[in-house]
């Protein structure tokens, strides 16, 4: 499975952004996606995650209420809208794939993209 995601850039604080991310090469609805971002010097962290099915979603707190992931399946592609963007939301954000029955939502995941930069100024 190829993970390409996109809809990265620069945006002000307070703005929003809509990540993408196109999966080519496997069954798309034979996996839960998950989204991920490091920060310089950080460690990769966990964001968002979606079932299959897409009917549940989970968020790291810090993203809680103000970020939401959806999925289209027709079109092999997951998404993170972003809102409320803040500074410290500044990182490479990556997704992720896990094939359903692995440790959802935050481990499991096998195939991974190359990331998109999202840069938030203040």
């Known amino acids: 499975v190829q993970l390409v995601e996109s809809g990265g850039g620069l945006v002000q604080a307070g703005g929003s952004l809509r990540l993408s991310c196109v999966a080519s090469g496997g069954t798309f609805s034979s996996y839960y996606m998950g989204w991920f971002r490091q920060a310089p010097g950080k460690e990769r962290e966990f964001v968002a995650a979606i079932t299959w099915s897409g009917g549940s979603t989970y968020y790291a707190n810090s993203v809680k209420g103000r970020f939401t992931i959806s999925r289209d399946n027709a079109k092999n592609t997951v998404y993170l809208q972003m809102n409320s963007l803040q500074a410290r939301d500044t990182a490479v954000y990556y997704c992720?794939?896990?094939?359903?029955?692995?440790?959802?939502?935050?481990?499991?995941?096998?195939?991974w993209g190359r990331g998109t930069q999202v840069t938030v100024s203040s």
């Open positions: 992720g794939a896990g094939r359903t029955g692995g440790d959802y939502p935050e481990r499991g995941y096998m195939y």
